[in-house]
């Protein structure tokens, strides 16, 4: 495997990650779920290392938060293996169906449909879980599927507690569920749900043990792969075994960003975020931090957001079918460019093509360092509000509707608003464009890995952030600081409640302001090898939970 070039660069920020000197006191967990930090942990007890945790955690999620995540979807892992000084970024998202077209989602009228898009198998790209698990295993992991895999499995048969969170999500989508039989395990009045108010997925158990006892690879090939096929096809979808059969996860070398004293690891196409990432920081310049005027700098970072996010939808899709020129879009002398025509009085306007609004998205993200220094970051998406609806007869697996984060047609926005080019257009076996955004950040001799669900504002979050871990932010100011977010169109600065900005001056610039409720759910570790701490926190926001278990005192 080749070795990315910032290592060289980290080694002399950080240090070895491999020496006593630097190795972590314990482990460190956040994720969006008590279950799932509890699972990663046990595991982490029982011998295994971050990357076996991390097939735990993810199988977890998809059990316990299944409108976020699961064996139907996808994601991508940004991981470090400590004893090869090795950084990647695993691809494990979903493809295109090879019957995929162009129009696909186009009615007679050359409008995009967005049900055909959204709900149902026809909206489902292949996913790629299950093929991470098997490449996680394989190649970084110490224990067998049958051991990572094993809580999921217990809580997908035992069942899982009806929260507020979960029986609000199902909630939303009932109508949706009530079209596939299969599916009625989430509908709010679903029998499924015992007398203790537990949704059982005993299907989808099954699904899991196969898997962890034959491998990953009988997602894709044999009798459940057969299952999967024949009940998407049944059902108006365009799947194919060819398209299962030729699914595999891609090892990509991640983005690199040198902004003032700081490494800035993250991911690269088919995700959005890295590139823009590079594009905002630049605009910004290594002296924004330095500015005095508060307001002046909301300005600026504004009109970065809105630029980078006009970028996306230029340039960028799936890098093995479109040409994405990375070092050029990341450079500095590009986002000087970009900033051109930039007035430090005036709010550019950005053309107002659609008046769709952000929606917060449903994803989910975790961060696991253990105690050699191994560490993973991932994010993790079925796309919408329990993706499809769809869950496959007989399997338990809840589909994916990822098929929409591809520009169904160009101008024309998407679940997020987000509007495409061609670059994302859709064509067989193509990955769609992506925000997800695991991250990991080497500041003063401390690692911060982040990332965060949240649709068209996870890039904004990230980005936010880092901002404030570079400022000397700790885990929990990380989660718990207040968000804004511009993405060019809608042509408006969206703001929680609790975020201090001075409105009346920069309305003055031109700048229009929505406070909306909160959205979110970053989870976050920090590890001081300075001070040899630790550090965990998982988002208010949402339901999860953050640990630090230390296994030895320092000095």
């Not at 070039?5 to 006593?20: K, V």
């Not at 310049?285 to 500015?291: E, I």
């Not at 975790?366 to 329990?386: C, K, Q």
């Amino acid at each position: 495997m080749k070795r990315p070039p910032l290592l060289l660069c980290l080694l002399c920020l950080f240090g070895s990650p491999a020496t006593a000197d630097t190795s972590p006191p314990g482990h460190a967990l956040a994720s969006a779920h008590p279950a799932a930090t509890k699972a990663g942990l046990e595991v982490l007890n029982d011998g295994g290392n971050a990357f076996d945790a991390a097939i735990a955690v993810s199988a977890v999620l998809g059990v316990v938060e299944p409108y976020g995540s699961g064996l139907g979807g996808g994601g991508f892992f940004l991981l470090h293996d400590s004893a090869r000084n090795y950084t990647t970024m695993l691809d494990a998202r979903e493809r295109a169906p090879l019957a995929a077209h162009r129009d696909l989602y186009l009615d007679a009228d050359g409008n995009v449909d967005r049900d055909r898009a959204l709900n149902g198998p026809l909206a489902a790209g292949i996913p790629g879980i299950a093929a991470a698990w098997g490449h996680l295993a394989k190649h970084y992991g110490q224990l067998p599927l049958t051991r990572t895999l094993e809580p999921a499995i217990r809580h997908a048969r035992d069942g899982v507690p009806l929260n507020p969170k979960l029986e609000r999500a199902m909630t939303a989508r009932a109508e949706a569920f009530l079209r596939y039989p299969a599916s009625s395990i989430f509908a709010p009045d679903s029998p499924a749900l015992s007398s203790g108010k537990r949704v059982v997925q005993t299907d989808l158990a099954s699904t899991l043990n196969l898997l962890a006892e034959q491998g990953a690879q009988a997602f894709y090939r044999g009798s459940l792969a057969e299952t999967l096929v024949a009940e998407v096809r049944d059902n108006g979808g365009i799947w194919s075994r060819q398209d299962l059969e030729q699914y595999r996860v891609v090892e990509r070398e991640p983005i690199t960003i040198q902004w003032r004293d700081a490494e800035i690891v993250t991911v690269a196409p088919p995700s959005a975020t890295g590139v823009m990432l590079a594009q905002i920081f630049h605009m910004l310049g290594d002296d924004w931090l330095d500015g005095s005027d508060r307001d002046d700098r909301t300005h600026r970072l504004i009109e970065a957001l809105r630029r980078a996010y006009l970028e996306r939808a230029r340039h960028l899709g799936d890098p093995d079918y479109v040409d994405v020129p990375l070092q050029r879009l990341t450079s500095m002398e590009y986002a000087r460019k970009l900033m051109e025509d930039f007035d430090p009085e005036r709010a550019t306007r950005s053309n107002s093509l659609y008046a769709a609004e952000p929606e917060v998205g449903h994803t989910t993200h975790f961060s696991i360092l253990d105690r050699d220094g191994n560490w993973v970051s991932a994010t993790l998406s079925i796309n919408g509000l329990f993706g499809s609806g769809f869950v496959v007869p007989g399997t338990g697996v809840l589909l994916n509707n990822e098929m929409d984060d591809f520009s169904a047609k160009p101008g024309a926005p998407n679940l997020y608003g987000l509007v495409g080019s061609e670059a994302n257009a859709i064509a067989p076996g193509k990955r769609m464009l992506s925000s997800m955004a695991p991250t990991a950040v080497y500041h003063a001799n401390t690692l911060a890995l982040l990332g965060t669900p949240g649709g068209s504002r996870i890039t904004t979050m990230v980005m936010q952030g880092i901002l404030q871990f570079l400022q000397g932010a700790g885990a929990e100011s990380l989660v718990t600081s207040p968000r804004l977010h511009h993405q060019a169109l809608p042509d408006k600065v969206f703001t929680e409640p609790d975020m201090v900005v001075d409105r009346e001056r920069l309305e003055a610039k031109g700048h229009i302001f929505e406070v909306t409720e909160p959205w979110g759910n970053m989870q976050v570790v920090v590890w001081n090898t300075h001070e040899v701490r630790l550090d965990a926190a998982s988002d208010p926001r949402g339901i999860g939970s953050a640990k630090v278990e230390a296994l030895y005192a320092s000095d």
